[in-house]
């Protein structure tokens, strides 16, 4: 019996401090793909945060070392099906690079101005389920319109919406027409004045300011030691880009910048991916006015390719960060090793300690903030 | 649309700040600057001289070549702020594949080394926490070796 | 008395109809499926999409996507099943209340996908290897409406009719 106040303190004193297992996943409308993630909460706060990985895992490493190199380009779009074509770009980059076979110019253009592309139809996924995850459902319906507009385009010149396999190794195997040139000119001219729109939405709302702001900071030293790449270390002060810094395929034509912020909270990392969207903007208005003429495809191809022994490596700047294909070959037609070095596991990783005393909405928010597709993970 | 060859590292020079020699490499050939082959043994000071130049840990690729009985690992590290790509490589005997885990250094180390456990079924020796990343829980193959069998 | 009923019939026919009761639960069933949000990989894009506002699942009834399975009706099925995910789908189909259905959505939730070659360890080759399946989607991954089709097919399952005519190709 509890006679007075004093006594019912005592007791909650020395009640034990228990946390629970929460599992959150794999199932789960928030992981963006299947994500298990064991939690270990006090109350509503989370002591630790265990990612749980493999529901998803496709073995496309190992399908890599048993089909020729020609035949790997459909799974490199299904990695991260979000932006596919610049994972293509990768794996065809490194066996280009490896077997020096020069892309012509045409084809290097295309391929910035198609990836870019695919980067501002990543960043609008992005933003319309980051906003589903923190309870905003319409920016999502706006999102998945202008989406729309851009997978016309695409679909007109590769035949495809989703996983693209558009890029040959040598260059393109078909050329974009006159309807694909001025459909991207008129989504630039529409795009602009929506992202001013949403700016004003959703950017400058209240209730996003307060659900992001402060929250999640990851310092520049814990995305050096974990290795992440993409918006996560630009949100955090460090302008790494593998476009600037390892300035691959047509890149360096352009005029674009970096955006950069400070804070290393989860306002940064989303303040970096939309204004990435603007420059990319930038990059396709400049790739097509500049677009050279001439052939689309490397001449001497050879049917059967085979790479000199040893390994090769070549990255790129996908919409999540950075995506690195490192080939290894021992002179046959088949590689011997394929290793994806992909984002969003160096991404994920430091959500372990980055989540440790948060909220779990707070941590929901940064688990977003971070962009993760899962079969990026797994592969 | 050339490449950078070989960004300035800001700061002392890379190469007299690291214990184990590294050589530079053909950047747009084989996509990365400078290479180095050590000892299993030398794998955790060459993590920590880098780290301590500022780089930071790619990932680690293992390779296993079933002919020489020998597995190769990989490990790639990157400068956040210049590019600079760093490639370190160690081999291990088949038979018994042994090496330091450089997690307490990488903390981003802890998911490669799991990943690379679980295709090769190559140990870490001083990893935390070295079960099954991408396979099941129960899995005891390693698939990404040359004699698997499904 | 026959004839005065059948004049009744006739005058109430613009307001009143008979039917059977499981005609019209599952006319209710069929108009509104509800689905369980189980996007696996990149069909789950295109199930967004189908939610979205071009290609708009809500014309159908079916754009409540639920997180929980006890509410849920038709399980669509997009993208790969994994060994390691096996045991969580098939919970998941158990703990939808009868009556339930199941969609396999893109090449991979059918057979395996792209994902089948000789040697692999962990793909399972087809949800039907798990749960039967009512309506199969091919695709890699499907348009969504090829999406939006399956789920009319369901219908078309459900009720014996199709609710809409089917599109003739120009």
Same mark, same amino acid.
Request: hydrophobic share 40%; aromatic share 10%.
């Given at each position: 019996?509890?006679?007075?106040?004093?006594?019912?303190?005592?007791?909650?004193?020395?009640?034990?401090?228990?946390?629970?297992?929460?599992?959150?996943?794999?199932?789960?409308?928030?992981?963006?793909?299947?994500? =298990?993630? &064991?939690?270990?909460?006090?109350? %509503?706060? @989370? !002591?630790? /945060?265990?990612?749980?990985?493999? +529901?998803?895992?496709?073995?496309?490493?190992?399908?890599?070392?048993?089909?020729?190199?020609?035949?790997?380009?459909?799974?490199?779009?299904?990695?991260?099906?979000?932006?596919?074509?610049?994972?293509?770009?990768?794996?065809?980059?490194?066996?280009?690079?490896?077997?020096?076979?020069?892309?012509?110019?045409?084809?290097?253009?295309?391929?910035?101005?198609?990836?870019?592309?695919?980067?501002?139809?990543?960043?609008?996924?992005?933003?319309?389920?980051?906003?589903?995850?923190?309870?905003?459902?319409?920016?999502?319906?706006?999102?998945?319109?202008? =989406?729309? &507009?851009?997978?016309?385009?695409? %679909?007109? @010149? !590769?035949? /495809?919406?989703?996983?693209?396999? +558009?890029?040959?190794?040598?260059?393109?195997?078909?050329?974009?027409?006159?309807?694909?040139?001025?459909?991207?000119?008129?989504?630039?001219?529409?795009?602009?004045?929506?992202?001013?729109?949403?700016?004003?939405?959703?950017?400058?709302?209240?209730?996003?300011?307060?659900?992001?702001?402060?929250?999640?900071?990851?310092?520049?030293?814990?995305?050096?030691?974990?290795?992440?790449?993409?918006?996560?270390?630009?949100?955090?002060?460090?302008?790494?880009?593998?476009?600037?810094?390892?300035?691959?395929?047509?890149?360096?034509?352009?005029?674009?910048?970096?955006?950069?912020?400070?804070?290393?909270?989860?306002?940064?990392?989303?303040?970096?991916?939309?204004?990435?969207?603007?420059?990319?903007?930038?990059?396709?208005?400049?790739?097509?006015?500049?677009?050279?003429?001439?052939?689309?495809?490397?001449?001497?191809?050879?049917?059967?390719?085979?790479?000199?022994?040893?390994?090769?490596?070549?990255?790129?700047?996908?919409?999540?960060?950075?995506?690195?294909?490192?080939?290894?070959?021992?002179?046959?037609?088949?590689?011997?090793?394929?290793?994806?070095?992909?984002?969003?596991?160096?991404?994920?990783?430091?959500?372990?300690?980055?989540?440790?005393?948060?909220?779990?909405?707070?941590?929901?928010?940064?688990?977003?903030?971070?962009?993760?597709?899962?079969?990026?993970?797994?592969? | 649309?050339?490449?950078?060859?070989?960004?300035?590292?800001?700061?002392?020079?890379?190469?007299?700040?690291?214990?184990?020699?590294?050589?530079?490499?053909?950047?747009?050939?084989?996509?990365?600057?400078?290479?180095?082959?050590?000892?299993?043994?030398?794998?955790?000071?060459?993590?920590?001289?880098?780290?301590?130049?500022?780089?930071?840990?790619?990932?680690?690729?293992?390779?296993?070549?079933?002919?020489?009985?020998?597995?190769?690992?990989?490990?790639?590290?990157?400068?956040?702020?210049?590019?600079?790509?760093?490639?370190?490589?160690?081999?291990?005997?088949?038979?018994?594949?042994?090496?330091?885990?450089?997690?307490?250094?990488?903390?981003?180390?802890?998911?490669?080394?799991?990943?690379?456990?679980?295709?090769?079924?190559?140990?870490?020796?001083?990893?935390?926490?070295?079960?099954?990343?991408?396979?099941?829980?129960?899995?005891?193959?390693?698939?990404?070796?040359?004699?698997?069998?499904? | 008395?026959?004839?005065?009923?059948?004049?009744?019939?006739?005058?109430?026919?613009?307001?009143?109809?008979?039917?059977?009761?499981?005609?019209?639960?599952?006319?209710?069933?069929?108009?509104?499926?509800?689905?369980?949000?189980?996007?696996?990989?990149?069909?789950?894009?295109?199930?967004?999409?189908?939610?979205?506002?071009?290609?708009?699942?809500?014309?159908?009834?079916?754009?409540?996507?639920?997180?929980?399975?006890?509410?849920?009706?038709?399980?669509?099925?997009?993208?790969?099943?994994?060994?390691?995910?096996?045991?969580?789908?098939?919970?998941?189909?158990?703990?939808?209340?009868?009556?339930?259905?199941?969609?396999?959505?893109?090449?991979?939730?059918?057979?395996?996908?792209?994902?089948?070659?000789?040697?692999?360890?962990?793909?399972?080759?087809?949800?039907?290897?798990?749960?039967?399946?009512?309506?199969?989607?091919?695709?890699?991954?499907?348009?969504?409406?090829?999406?939006?089709?399956?789920?009319?097919?369901?219908?078309?399952?459900?009720?014996?009719?199709?609710?809409?005519?089917?599109?003739?190709?120009?």
């Amino acid at each position: 019996m509890i006679a007075n106040e004093e006594q019912a303190s005592a007791l909650v004193r020395q009640a034990p401090q228990e946390t629970f297992v929460l599992n959150l996943g794999p199932q789960h409308p928030a992981t963006h793909g299947v994500l =298990r993630v &064991k939690l270990t909460m006090d109350g %509503e706060f @989370i !002591t630790r /945060a265990e990612p749980v990985c493999g +529901y998803i895992h496709r073995m496309q490493e190992k399908m890599g070392e048993n089909r020729p190199y020609a035949q790997f380009l459909p799974n490199t779009s299904r990695i991260d099906y979000l932006s596919a074509m610049t994972y293509t770009h990768a794996f065809v980059g490194a066996v280009e690079r490896a077997a020096k076979i020069q892309v012509p110019p045409r084809a290097e253009y295309i391929r910035v101005l198609t990836s870019e592309l695919n980067r501002i139809s990543s960043h609008l996924v992005w933003w319309g389920a980051f906003l589903l995850d923190l309870g905003g459902f319409t920016p999502l319906l706006y999102a998945f319109d202008d =989406r729309e &507009k851009i997978l016309d385009l695409l %679909e007109g @010149i !590769t035949g /495809a919406r989703l996983t693209y396999a +558009y890029f040959r190794i040598g260059g393109l195997y078909n050329d974009v027409d006159d309807a694909f040139l001025t459909g991207t000119r008129a989504f630039v001219q529409h795009m602009r004045p929506r992202l001013k729109m949403y700016r004003e939405l959703v950017t400058e709302n209240i209730i996003l300011r307060k659900r992001l702001d402060g929250i999640g900071p990851i310092s520049r030293e814990m995305c050096r030691k974990y290795g992440a790449t993409g918006p996560v270390i630009r949100g955090s002060g460090v302008p790494y880009d593998v476009r600037k810094c390892e300035s691959y395929s047509a890149y360096s034509d352009f005029d674009f910048e970096i955006p950069c912020y400070r804070e290393g909270d989860s306002m940064a990392r989303y303040l970096v991916r939309l204004e990435e969207i603007a420059q990319s903007l930038r990059i396709i208005e400049q790739a097509m006015d500049k677009l050279p003429a001439g052939p689309v495809m490397a001449e001497k191809v050879p049917r059967v390719l085979k790479l000199p022994a040893g390994d090769y490596c070549y990255a790129v700047e996908a919409a999540r960060g950075r995506f690195m294909v490192r080939l290894v070959s021992d002179n046959k037609e088949i590689p011997y090793r394929v290793k994806l070095r992909t984002p969003c596991l160096s991404n994920l990783s430091l959500f372990e300690e980055a989540s440790q005393g948060m909220l779990l909405p707070d941590a929901l928010a940064l688990m977003g903030s971070l962009d993760l597709v899962i079969p990026d993970i797994d592969r | 649309m050339a490449a950078p060859v070989f960004p300035p590292l800001p700061g002392p020079d890379l190469l007299s700040l690291c214990s184990f020699p590294l050589e530079v490499a053909d950047y747009a050939l084989k996509g990365y600057h400078l290479n180095a082959i050590v000892s299993p043994d030398q794998v955790l000071n060459a993590a920590a001289d880098l780290d301590r130049a500022g780089l930071a840990l790619d990932t680690i690729t293992g390779v296993d070549w079933l002919v020489e009985g020998q597995m190769e690992v990989v490990y790639d590290y990157f400068h956040p702020n210049t590019g600079l790509r760093a490639v370190v490589r160690t081999k291990v005997p088949r038979a018994n594949p042994v090496l330091p885990s450089i997690s307490q250094v990488f903390p981003g180390a802890n998911w490669h080394e799991r990943e690379t456990h679980d295709f090769f079924g190559i140990e870490f020796a001083g990893h935390p926490n070295l079960a099954p990343f991408l396979l099941p829980e129960d899995a005891t193959y390693h698939p990404l070796r040359k004699d698997f069998i499904a | 008395m026959e004839a005065q009923n059948d004049q009744i019939l006739k005058d109430c026919a613009p307001f009143v109809r008979f039917g059977k009761l499981d005609e019209l639960l599952d006319l209710g069933r069929a108009n509104s499926l509800w689905p369980l949000t189980f996007g696996l990989a990149c069909c789950a894009i295109e199930m967004m999409a189908a939610g979205a506002s071009r290609f708009d699942l809500a014309r159908f009834g079916a754009e409540v996507f639920r997180p929980s399975p006890r509410q849920a009706d038709v399980m669509i099925v997009a993208g790969t099943i994994n060994k390691k995910m096996a045991a969580a789908v098939k919970t998941l189909y158990d703990q939808m209340p009868e009556p339930k259905w199941v969609i396999a959505m893109g090449n991979c939730a059918i057979s395996g996908g792209p994902f089948v070659f000789p040697g692999q360890y962990a793909v399972v080759e087809g949800v039907d290897k798990l749960f039967p399946v009512d309506v199969y989607i091919p695709g890699c991954p499907p348009r969504p409406e090829a999406l939006i089709e399956g789920l009319l097919k369901l219908e078309e399952k459900l009720t014996g009719k199709r609710r809409w005519p089917v599109v003739k190709p120009e």
